[in-house]
C-alpha cells in the first residue's frame, strides 16, 4: 500500500503554540518534527507532516489529513481557534514506507 506524506499548517494564538504541538504528536500518523514561525506578536504558524495510506482516495488526500487533525483539537476547546491547512501530497518512496512503525499508520477515515 502506497504512503503519502502531507505538509500541513496551524494558524493559532502565539500563546497556545507550545500546547498545541505537544497536543499534536498525539494524532496517529504523526510524521515529522515541527516548525513554529511566529509571523506577528499574536499570531503563530505551525509546520508539521502526517502520514496517510491510500485506502484513502487520492484525489482526496489534503481533505481528509485536513479532517483529522481538526476532530482531533476539537476535543480541546481550550486551544481554540485554531485553522489548520494542508498544503501538498508527496508519495513516500516504497524503500520508506516499511519504516513508518505500524502506530504511525492512520486507521481508516470513520466519518
Known sequence: ?????IRMQARCKNAQAEEIVEYLRV??????DERLQQPDGE????????????????????NTAEERVGQY?????????????????????????PQ???????PRRSL
Open 1 to 5: 500500500m502506497t504512503a503519502y506524506r
Open 27 to 32: 494524532i496517529p500518523g504523526f510524521y515529522a
Open 43 to 62: 499570531q503563530a504558524l505551525i509546520d508539521f507532516s502526517l502520514v496517510v495510506r491510500e485506502e484513502v482516495q487520492e484525489g482526496n488526500l489534503l
Open 73 to 97: 483539537l476539537w476535543q480541546r476547546p481550550d486551544l481554540q481557534p485554531v485553522n489548520i491547512r494542508a498544503l501538498a501530497e508527496e508519495r513516500l518512496p516504497r524503500d520508506e514506507e
Open 100 to 106: 513508518i512503525p505500524p502506530e504511525h499508520i492512520p
